[in-house]
Structures are given as structure tokens and as C-alpha cells.
């Protein structure tokens, strides 16, 4: 620390420069006087691996440049607490927010980067109308404000993309590529991102995602029949199918938790499963292994199938049931068999998961083959949506059932589900629902745009009605909101004319809430360098510098901003400590103090410092210019050990 606290950086996650680091960390000798990187030696570095040709393979469009600079402007937005509209909010860890998705995935970079164990969107599909997004990239947070009426506007909207613009895949790219860039950065190391498309842009879809993702983390394409009625489409052909594409980061692996079924039995101490004793080698592949097969007990007999011959040879036969690996049908009472099978022990099992993932949980692969019973239809999502509506509020929605497939296959029961085009909330109420048949406490973040509602339009009357019926605003995101609600009504009531079981009072609580965050402008005023150099302006500039607070502000939106600005996530534990007769916030059991008073006394900095924590975050004028006090404040934190002290 020097004799003066930092300032509290209140930008969103810098990636850019993020990159430059891991460069400069990798590569130390590209750095040039500045801290700049020099690519002619980046290019010496790494030899002949560098592509400088003029051809490459790969995908381009019009505005694909401009991408970049989006995903390297920072946010100077924040997240404002509506505690009133949430559900449990002191507790949960449950998360809707409400806002341009782009501008909140760049506010959740710092405190959940790396944290998100599985992403499932379900974005616009390009069908002509059914999405809108900034005309002007750059000023993607102005125009949100200006759509949802937080400031004055100049005419600047969110406009639907039609089938009939010059452009039209290049600007659904446009809208995806730094929305899909900065959710990868939110994934684990063993995390995995889902995409439900249909194929209007499904081709685009995977050059994106070998782009960002790299092909080589190409996990698969789920096959999804969405409906079954016949349409009179061109060609003749009805499309029944939509697709759900997976990426992943390089330590994913899917499969369920504990699928395997295991056996006991007195002869071995080691729990047992069967396993196929064939293989898809033929008689002529594999001659050896095409032989009959005797039971020694019993002497019966068991020809092996000219097209699957056995997995052993004849000669290795006798040494495999010595072993105790082959069971013969009538080996054990309780199996059901009607030839030969491999005995796989759980404890190999395990050493195998524990060699391939560093885990011994034992997984069961899965196939691009949805169950179809189990994942359900369309109509099974509007049947879902009738039944906590009443009516038709939104218009194909995804099952239930499709969104826990993939949740149960790929996360463990304490994960992070993220879904940043949240629509109805259908991944909320499959995190929510499935909680409580495994007993997990998997969480959900969800966000969604407020995308007005036209009661003029046929196809969001339903909708819109609806909202006016429970007087909220007509937008898609209190649909999302009143969705959970009720589905963690429901889900209580169903508790509470449940029989009381003598497992209820070790069965951990659930969480059934959510917290509702909103995407507004910054509780602090930025203090604008390019402002004319006239004494006027500047005179202004001067008085934001000394009052920069916004209007109308609350400490909790003041809090939560500076938690998000730190690093910490939305739902970190704050508890309210009173030192020095002063309120002062300790946040993850005192990982950080923020001190939010606008008169700081020496009494308080001591007080503040004995409790030794990590960092500690205060308001600027709170000092009221005495810079005396701030020096002090420097000196008493250091000697307690307090790594970082900032004022904002």
C-alpha cells in the first residue's frame, strides 16, 4: 500500500487485458517497453505453428470485427437489489436478473468466472421476428436504458431482425458471438454449454462455437423431436426436429451420477455389475475368440455368434474364471440371465474414473439419442405453462423434461445452472424440480430481457393480459419471475400434504427462492474526461467529483454494486456489524468490509482493522478531504494485515 487507497476499479471485467497478461505470463520475452506485446517475436516464439498466410479456412461476416471491440468495451453498469419482487431473498442463491444479456454476462465476468458449471440457452431462432438486439453494439448499456425507459433516449430502439435485411445471418452472428465468447469464460474447467436450435442458423451455430469453443471440445448434436403433427411445409418435408448443440471446456465429462447398477453377493467383499461378454468383432476378425463356450460347473454349452464373437479367447477363457470376471446364467439366484457376462468390480470402477477424471464417481456415458419419453415435446412445455398459468402465457416453450436430461447428465447436485435467454424459465423450474426428487442444491442464475409485450398483437395478448391481471409491467421478464414463483409454490404445497417421513429431519432444507437483480447505470457518476475544457463543464465535472452518487440510490444498491466490482458473488453472505456507533457490511464472514458512511472517524478505521480483515472497501467522501485521516487509514489497515483498502 502507498500513503493513499486505491480506487475501486467499477469497470466489468477488463478481458482484454486479461490476455495480454496470460501472454506476457507464457511469453515474457514478446514484452515490449511499455508492457506492450511484440508479435514478430510472438511469431519467432512459436515457430512454424503460426498460420500467416493470406487463405484460411474458417467463418467471416460483415461486423465480425466489431465483435471484438464489444467484448473489450468493460460495462459501466451494475445490478440494483429489488428484494421486494424476489423470493426469499436474504437466503437464497438462486439469481434472476433482468437486463440485456450481453451487458450482464460482462457484469458477472468478475465474480463468476469459472464458477458455472453447465449453461443450457434457448436463443432467438432467426425465424424473421423473434429477436431484438442494439443497433449499435458500442452502446449496447445506453440503449437498454433508453428500451426500458431509464433515461432520455434519441430514437435508439431494440429492432427485430427480418428475413428480408441485407443482412440477416450476419447480425444474429453479431448478436451471439460476444454473448457465447464471454459465457465461455464463465464455465469451469469441467463445465459445458447446451444450445437448443432449430436449422436456420444451426450451421452458423457450429462454426461459431469451433471458433470460440474449439472444434476439438466439440461434444455433440442431440437430435430433439419436437413435435409430431405433420406440416405443410415447402418440399414436402415436415421439420420435427430441432438440435441441441454441445461444446465444452477440455475436463468435461457427461454422464450420470451413480447410474451403474451394482450387486452384493456373499462370495466377494467387492460390490459387482454385469457387463457384456460380446464384442462387434466377427468370426473372421477375430478366429480365436469364436469358440464354445463351457460352463465348468455345469457343463452346458454356449456357442459364440459368428457376428459378435466373445471378448476373451479360448485361451485366456479359464484365467478370466479363475478370476471370478464370468458369471454363467444360474450363478446367482437373484439374475435373470440366459448367457454369459463380464463381472466388472465397482472398486475397478472407480480406479478407472479416478485415472480418466481424478474422481471416483462413476458415470454412465450417454448417447445423442434423447429418450424421447423422458425429454417430452412442445406440447408438453405448453402443457406445463397451462398448468401454472391457466392459460397460454408464452409460446413454445421447452419441457421440463428436456432442460433436467441434461442438467442430471452433466452437473453434480451443488452446481451453477446458467441460462442468459432465460424466457419463461423452464431451466429454473428443472433445477427447482429436480433439487427435490435427488435432494441437490444446484443453483440458478437466469437472465432475460424485459422485452415489451404488444396486448395488439395476437401472438402476446395472452401474455400481456396476464401481466395486467397481476398488475405488473407488460414484459417477458415478469412472466419469467411469476413462473418460478409459482413453481415454488407449488412445489411447497406439495411438501406441506406430504406425509411427514422419519427421513424429513436430516433432509436438508432446499432452497426455493430467488433473488431479483435489475441492469441500471452505475450508482456513480463516471467523471467524463472528454468533456469540452470550458469553466462551465468543467465546473460541473468538479461537483460530480464531490457529489458522485446518483439520486435516488440505496445502500443496498451501493453494496451490491461494489461486491460485484470486487469480485464476489451476488449472493455472498453480508452481515451487518455495528463499530464505532457507524453500520458497517462484513461480507464471506469478513473476506471484505464496505463501509458505506459518509463520515468516517479514526475510531471506525481502528475498529474496522482489529476485526483484521482481507479487504476493505470505503466511500470516498467519506473523508470529506481530510486527507490526514485517509493517510492514517492507509497506515492502520497495514499494520493489521489488510491486503487491499480502496475507496470508491
Same mark, same amino acid.
Given at each position: 500500500?502507498?500513503?493513499?487507497?486505491?480506487?475501486?476499479?467499477?469497470?466489468?471485467?477488463?478481458?482484454?487485458?486479461?490476455?495480454?497478461?496470460?501472454?506476457?505470463?507464457?511469453?515474457?520475452?514478446?514484452?515490449?517497453?511499455?508492457?506492450?506485446?511484440?508479435?514478430?517475436?510472438?511469431?519467432?516464439?512459436?515457430?512454424?505453428?503460426?498460420?500467416?498466410?493470406?487463405?484460411?479456412?474458417?467463418?467471416?461476416?460483415?461486423?465480425?470485427?466489431?465483435?471484438?471491440?464489444?467484448?473489450?468495451?468493460?460495462?459501466?453498469?451494475?445490478?440494483?437489489?429489488?428484494?421486494?419482487?424476489?423470493?426469499?431473498?436474504?437466503?437464497?442463491?438462486?439469481?434472476?436478473?433482468?437486463?440485456?444479456?450481453?451487458?450482464?454476462?460482462?457484469?458477472?465476468?468478475?465474480?463468476?468466472?469459472?464458477?458455472?458449471?453447465?449453461?443450457?440457452?434457448?436463443?432467438?431462432?432467426?425465424?424473421?421476428?423473434?429477436?431484438?438486439?442494439?443497433?449499435?453494439?458500442?452502446?449496447?448499456?445506453?440503449?437498454?436504458?433508453?428500451?426500458?425507459?431509464?433515461?432520455?433516449?434519441?430514437?435508439?430502439?431494440?429492432?427485430?431482425?427480418?428475413?428480408?435485411?441485407?443482412?440477416?445471418?450476419?447480425?444474429?452472428?453479431?448478436?451471439?458471438?460476444?454473448?457465447?465468447?464471454?459465457?465461455?469464460?464463465?464455465?469451469?474447467?469441467?463445465?459445458?454449454?447446451?444450445?437448443?436450435?432449430?436449422?436456420?442458423?444451426?450451421?452458423?451455430?457450429?462454426?461459431?462455437?469451433?471458433?470460440?469453443?474449439?472444434?476439438?471440445?466439440?461434444?455433440?448434436?442431440?437430435?430433439?423431436?419436437?413435435?409430431?403433427?405433420?406440416?405443410?411445409?415447402?418440399?414436402?418435408?415436415?421439420?420435427?426436429?430441432?438440435?441441441?448443440?454441445?461444446?465444452?471446456?477440455?475436463?468435461?465429462?457427461?454422464?450420470?451420477?451413480?447410474?451403474?447398477?451394482?450387486?452384493?453377493?456373499?462370495?466377494?467383499?467387492?460390490?459387482?455389475?454385469?457387463?457384456?461378454?460380446?464384442?462387434?468383432?466377427?468370426?473372421?476378425?477375430?478366429?480365436?475368440?469364436?469358440?464354445?463356450?463351457?460352463?465348468?460347473?455345469?457343463?452346458?454349452?454356449?456357442?459364440?455368434?459368428?457376428?459378435?464373437?466373445?471378448?476373451?479367447?479360448?485361451?485366456?477363457?479359464?484365467?478370466?474364471?479363475?478370476?471370478?470376471?464370468?458369471?454363467?446364467?444360474?450363478?446367482?439366484?437373484?439374475?435373470?440371465?440366459?448367457?454369459?457376462?463380464?463381472?466388472?468390480?465397482?472398486?475397478?470402477?472407480?480406479?478407472?474414473?479416478?485415472?480418466?477424471?481424478?474422481?471416483?464417481?462413476?458415470?454412465?456415458?450417454?448417447?445423442?439419442?434423447?429418450?424421447?419419453?423422458?425429454?417430452?415435446?412442445?406440447?408438453?412445455?405448453?402443457?406445463?405453462?397451462?398448468?401454472?398459468?391457466?392459460?397460454?402465457?408464452?409460446?413454445?416453450?421447452?419441457?421440463?423434461?428436456?432442460?433436467?436430461?441434461?442438467?442430471?447428465?452433466?452437473?453434480?447436485?451443488?452446481?451453477?445452472?446458467?441460462?442468459?435467454?432465460?424466457?419463461?424459465?423452464?431451466?429454473?423450474?428443472?433445477?427447482?424440480?429436480?433439487?427435490?426428487?435427488?435432494?441437490?442444491?444446484?443453483?440458478?442464475?437466469?437472465?432475460?430481457?424485459?422485452?415489451?409485450?404488444?396486448?395488439?398483437?395476437?401472438?402476446?395478448?395472452?401474455?400481456?393480459?396476464?401481466?395486467? +391481471?397481476?398488475? !405488473? @409491467?407488460? /414484459?417477458?421478464?415478469?412472466?419469467?419471475? $411469476?413462473? #418460478?414463483?409459482?413453481?415454488?409454490?407449488? &412445489?411447497?404445497?406439495?411438501?406441506?400434504?406430504?406425509?411427514?417421513?422419519?427421513?424429513?429431519?436430516?433432509?436438508?432444507?432446499?432452497?426455493?427462492?430467488?433473488?431479483?437483480?435489475?441492469?441500471?447505470? +452505475?450508482?456513480? !457518476? @463516471?467523471? /467524463?474526461?472528454?468533456?469540452?475544457?470550458? $469553466?462551465? #463543464?468543467?465546473?460541473?465535472?468538479?461537483? &460530480?467529483?464531490?457529489?458522485?452518487?446518483?439520486?435516488?440510490?440505496?445502500?443496498?444498491?451501493?453494496?451490491?454494486?461494489?461486491?460485484?466490482?470486487?469480485?464476489?458473488?451476488?449472493?455472498?453472505?453480508?452481515?451487518?456489524?455495528?463499530?464505532?456507533?457507524?453500520?458497517?457490511?462484513?461480507?464471506?464472514?469478513?473476506?471484505?468490509?464496505?463501509?458505506?458512511?459518509?463520515?468516517?472517524?479514526?475510531?471506525?478505521?481502528?475498529?474496522?482493522?482489529?476485526?483484521?480483515?482481507?479487504?476493505?472497501?470505503?466511500?470516498?467522501?467519506?473523508?470529506?478531504?481530510?486527507?490526514?485521516?485517509?493517510?492514517?487509514?492507509?497506515?492502520?489497515?497495514?499494520?493489521?494485515?489488510?491486503?487491499?483498502?480502496?475507496?470508491?
Amino acid at each position: 500500500m502507498t500513503d493513499q487507497p486505491e480506487k475501486l476499479d467499477l469497470r466489468s471485467f477488463d478481458i482484454a487485458e486479461d490476455k495480454r497478461q496470460e501472454l506476457l505470463r507464457l511469453f515474457p520475452e514478446v514484452r515490449t517497453e511499455g508492457g506492450k506485446i511484440d508479435f514478430e517475436r510472438l511469431r519467432l516464439a512459436l515457430g512454424e505453428t503460426v498460420d500467416v498466410g493470406k487463405e484460411r479456412y474458417g467463418m467471416n461476416w460483415p461486423g465480425k470485427a466489431d465483435c471484438f471491440k464489444t467484448i473489450q468495451v468493460p460495462s459501466l453498469g451494475t445490478l440494483r437489489p429489488c428484494p421486494e419482487e424476489s423470493v426469499n431473498f436474504d437466503t437464497t442463491e438462486n439469481l434472476i436478473i433482468e437486463g440485456d444479456n450481453l451487458e450482464v454476462l460482462k457484469l458477472l465476468q468478475k465474480s463468476y468466472l469459472g464458477k458455472v458449471k453447465m449453461i443450457y440457452i434457448d436463443p432467438p431462432y432467426n425465424t424473421g421476428n423473434d429477436f431484438i438486439y442494439p443497433d449499435n453494439y458500442t452502446e449496447s448499456l445506453q440503449t437498454y436504458l433508453e428500451y426500458t425507459g431509464q433515461v432520455d433516449g434519441n430514437g435508439k430502439k431494440f429492432s427485430t431482425n427480418t428475413d428480408t435485411d441485407g443482412r440477416f445471418h450476419s447480425k444474429w452472428l453479431n448478436m451471439m458471438y460476444p454473448r457465447l465468447y464471454l459465457a465461455r469464460n464463465l464455465l469451469r474447467e469441467d463445465g459445458a454449454i447446451f444450445v437448443s436450435l432449430d436449422d436456420t442458423e444451426s450451421s452458423q451455430l457450429h462454426f461459431l462455437m469451433n471458433e470460440i469453443f474449439g472444434e476439438e471440445n466439440f461434444v455433440g448434436v442431440f437430435p430433439w423431436r419436437s413435435r409430431t403433427a405433420k406440416a405443410d411445409v415447402p418440399f414436402g418435408v415436415s421439420k420435427d426436429v430441432e438440435w441441441v448443440i454441445s461444446y465444452a471446456k477440455p475436463g468435461f465429462f457427461a454422464g450420470r451420477m451413480g447410474e451403474r447398477k451394482y450387486y452384493k453377493s456373499e462370495d466377494y467383499k467387492d460390490r459387482w455389475r454385469l457387463s457384456d461378454l460380446t464384442t462387434n468383432k466377427t468370426a473372421e476378425q477375430r478366429p480365436n475368440s469364436f469358440f464354445v463356450m463351457v460352463n465348468p460347473k455345469t457343463q452346458e454349452q454356449y456357442p459364440s455368434d459368428p457376428t459378435r464373437t466373445w471378448a476373451v479367447t479360448q485361451d485366456t477363457f479359464f484365467e478370466y474364471y479363475q478370476k471370478g470376471k464370468i458369471v454363467f446364467p444360474g450363478d446367482y439366484p437373484f439374475l435373470n440371465i440366459t448367457k454369459p457376462y463380464f463381472r466388472v468390480f465397482e472398486s475397478e470402477d472407480k480406479e478407472k474414473a479416478l485415472l480418466k477424471h481424478g474422481t471416483e464417481e462413476v458415470r454412465m456415458s450417454i448417447s445423442t439419442y434423447l429418450p424421447e419419453k423422458e425429454v417430452g415435446r412442445t406440447e408438453d412445455g405448453s402443457k406445463e405453462i397451462r398448468s401454472l398459468f391457466g392459460s397460454q402465457v408464452f409460446s413454445y416453450p421447452k419441457p421440463v423434461g428436456l432442460l433436467q436430461f441434461f442438467i442430471k447428465n452433466t452437473s453434480q447436485k451443488d452446481d451453477i445452472i446458467l441460462d442468459f435467454f432465460a424466457g419463461s424459465g423452464t431451466t429454473a423450474q428443472a433445477v427447482l424440480e429436480l433439487n427435490k426428487q435427488d435432494g441437490g442444491n444446484r443453483k440458478f442464475i437466469l437472465v432475460q430481457l424485459p422485452e415489451q409485450l404488444d396486448p395488439n398483437d395476437n401472438d402476446q395478448k395472452t401474455a400481456s393480459d396476464f401481466c395486467d +391481471s397481476i398488475g !405488473k @409491467p407488460r /414484459n417477458i421478464a415478469e412472466i419469467t419471475k $411469476e413462473r #418460478v414463483r409459482r413453481v415454488i409454490k407449488k &412445489l411447497n404445497d406439495e411438501d406441506a400434504a406430504r406425509e411427514p417421513s422419519l427421513f424429513d429431519e436430516n433432509r436438508p432444507e432446499q432452497d426455493r427462492g430467488f433473488r431479483v437483480f435489475k441492469l441500471a447505470e +452505475s450508482n456513480f !457518476k @463516471p467523471w /467524463n474526461a472528454g468533456v469540452p475544457h470550458d $469553466e462551465k #463543464v468543467l465546473a460541473q465535472q468538479l461537483e &460530480l467529483h464531490i457529489d458522485h452518487i446518483r439520486q435516488g440510490r440505496t445502500q443496498e444498491d451501493i453494496l451490491y454494486e461494489i461486491l460485484l466490482k470486487s469480485g464476489f458473488p451476488l449472493t455472498a453472505p453480508v452481515e451487518r456489524l455495528t463499530l464505532a456507533g457507524k453500520t458497517v457490511y462484513s461480507v464471506a464472514e469478513g473476506a471484505l468490509f464496505i463501509c458505506l458512511e459518509r463520515q468516517l472517524t479514526l475510531e471506525l478505521i481502528r475498529a474496522m482493522a482489529e476485526r483484521r480483515p482481507e479487504r476493505v472497501v470505503c466511500l470516498d467522501e467519506g473523508f470529506a478531504g481530510n486527507d490526514q485521516l485517509k493517510a492514517n487509514a492507509v497506515q492502520v489497515f497495514k499494520t493489521k494485515g489488510v491486503t487491499s483498502f480502496k475507496t470508491v
